[in-house]
């Protein structure tokens, strides 16, 4: 048994919404991997249960798992929007939240994630939980865009910020999402704006919270 292993089998197991999920992905869909995962998963859901959101913006939805476990956390009326460039997926997307009571408090969105942000800039949108997980080479564009609506005090989340240990290794010295992922670590670190701390989980998870 692998250390993995171990940690999935001592977690809250996940609930038949999110096994189907995860079958219908790994049978179904380009880059299954892309898919958070049951650690991940209630890594996510224990954060918002922590938070008590009561809005919560997601970019990148891929086949909407991590929404789900976002959404355990959600208020009494709470709402999560998640927004999802790829339109070839809604169908899934849309099927796969319909498993799931939770689907009624859950917005999905098909479209470019920075001009989404630019329109709930100007409707003075504001979220106490954002998760960034797409595109890794628009990431410092992400948060700059979600800077506004995240009131002081509230977090922000970032998946994929290790990058399979390619944040380190020379070899991904010339690769765009790699690049895209170094100058965010780095900004994020010199931003007087935030506090944040990368837990090592799966594939690199930081943590931030807005202070000024």
Known sequence: MTLEEYISEHS??????????????????????????????????????????????????????????????????????????????EDTIRKNLSRSPLNSKIELVIGDAKEMLEHRASMHDLFDLVFIDADKREYCAYLEAVYPLVPEGGFILADNTLWDGHIIDPVYDKDKQTIGLREFNDRLAQDERFEQVILPLRDGLTMIRKIR
């Open 12 to 89: 809250t197991p996940e609930n038949e919404a999110l096994e189907s999920i995860v079958r219908d992905t790994q049978v179904h869909i380009l880059n299954p991997h892309m898919l958070s995962g049951h650690v991940q998963g209630r890594v996510l859901a224990m954060i918002s249960h922590m938070i008590r959101p009561k809005r919560i913006l997601e970019l990148g939805t891929f086949t909407g798992y991590s929404a789900l476990c976002l959404a355990e956390g959600l208020t009494e009326g709470g709402k999560l929007v998640t927004i999802e460039h790829n339109d070839e997926l």
